[in-house]
């Protein structure tokens, strides 16, 4: 055989549907459909996305495949090539599943599906078992019986999965796998022939995968009057339509659902038919946009952002003229979330009289690129909405950041001069219990500072580091503490560009500032650790009592010998550093021996 003629044939084995003699869960009285491989030519295979979708086109039974990968984890693959489906290369089974999972496994596909990744099988199960529907399962790796039984009966789905492939461990550990008999007919086949089969006690599936009929709805229509059990398909939705279950009509059945009635079953129509990917749905959600119940407005935006392919920029800019005012908000929170490059329509909607528009159009402004001058976002930093100011906020740091360095950060000390005097004011009064009414403007604050926290993180690093560490490291007792907490997380990833800052609040004398400092330099990384070691034999001892708890749990061994000398020079903080070198010495996994 030829090279050529030798990967044709290769790629025939790849690409055939993995055929049975036996079923467990094929039901008489209705012809069911088995789609194979998932919706394969909907979406990319082997996918949670399209193991859900096929079952949503009404496909009883859906075939997956398993393998077992480097670190013994079960996940859906057909034919071990990483080259196929994915941008990595070499195999499925020599590959663990942490780096499996960094791997886009529906950009092969199209760029519309760019963000699907490799399942786990337990995952696939859980999301057959939510949809009602069975499994056929192809079983690629031998000797996995034990921990794929495991997951299907830890799920409830053991009597609801044909075993195939390699599955002669399945049998002897479950006996009562794959009881009945099934047989497959090729299209055309006739009512005598099903007949034949059936009084032989077997399931008759006509196949329709993997071969020319794989679209030939008149040819499944042929088989199902021919009185076959079961169609087995690739397309999902021309075997519905052939078994005389189409997707259309449920599909007008949700948009009927979505469109009036109680809002908890409407926002679940809305859900379940965001799901049905593309599918002709877009016009129910570009109307529903327009309702006036935001939570239905909303609920469409969602719909229309998740959607593949993607919605139209201009879909969400047309909303934008609407009337309704839930309209104007969610396309604006659409655009935002999506980045799409709409400054001009933003800017407009900043003259909109609705607080919820202003704030949305604003956030937006924080997510997408382009060209916003400083005037069109300065004054709503004085709005009288704490939301309107927070996002003013978030925008103005992404367009203008060298303004945003003083206007947000008088912004927030703002804030808090609020909060600590209404905090004394509670204080003077004996307040000790606080109304609804009292509640409400402090939880609204605590919203916008953390928003405001946000813009901060996100000017230019050194701009972003001495403001967070002004912030992580002031004492507070008020309602603004959360802020300074917030500022303090930030700052992990930061500090290593000035660690004097972190060091030199180790002094403070309140506590929660030098916890805040020290779990800073603990989180920040080798980076710090010089300057920790020159400043240590020259801190007071509270403060060297700090560095040395973080030089152990840095496991930091270059320290061991000024250690050993601040041990040997006197009793301050010699159990300490007993502790921290015996850390040091554990956390060097060196477990050989010269």
Known sequence: MNIARHLAHLFLLLLAPAISAHAGILQRGKVQLICHRTANRDMPENTLESLALAARMGCNIVEIDIRKTADGQLVLNHDDFLERLTGGMGTVELTSYDELRLLDTGAWMGERFTGMRIPRFEDAVQVAREQGIGLYLDIKTKGIAPPLLEILEREGMLERVVFGGEWDDVRALYPNANHDAVAY???????????????????????????????????????????????????????????????????????????????????????????????????????????????????????????????????????GSSPQKTARRNAAWAIGITGAPAPGFLLSLLHDNDPDVLKEALLALSRCPGEVPAEAILPFLTSGAPPVRAAAALALARHQPQIAVTAVMDLLRRDEEQAAREHDEQLRSGTRHLTPEQIRPIVEAYREQMKLIQALASLPPEDALSLLASQAFRQVADYSQVTAVVAGYQLWDRIAADPALAIQALRSTNVEVADRAEWALVKAGTSVLPQLRQALPLSDPPSQARIIRILGWQGDHESLPLLRKLQESGPQNKVLIAWAIEKIEVLRFQPWTN
């Open 185 to 319: 007919l090729n299209p055309g086949c006739n009512a005598t022939q099903v007949t034949a089969l059936q009084r032989q006690g077997k399931f008759v599936v006509a196949n329709f995968s993997a071969n020319a009929y794989e679209m030939n709805l008149e040819a499944m229509r042929a088989a199902v009057a021919a009185g076959v059990d079961a169609l087995n398909v690739d397309y999902p939705r021309l075997g519905a339509e052939a078994v005389g279950r189409p997707v259309e009509a449920k599909l007008a059945e949700l948009a009927r659902t979505a469109s009036d009635g109680p809002i908890a079953a409407r926002l679940a129509a809305i859900r379940e038919l965001s799901h049905f990917m593309g599918l002709p749905t877009q016009d129910v959600f570009v109307r529903l946009l327009r309702d006036p119940d935001d939570r239905i407005s909303r609920a469409a935006a969602v719909a229309l952002v998740v959607a593949r392919p993607a919605t139209p920029t201009q879909v969400y800019i047309d909303a």
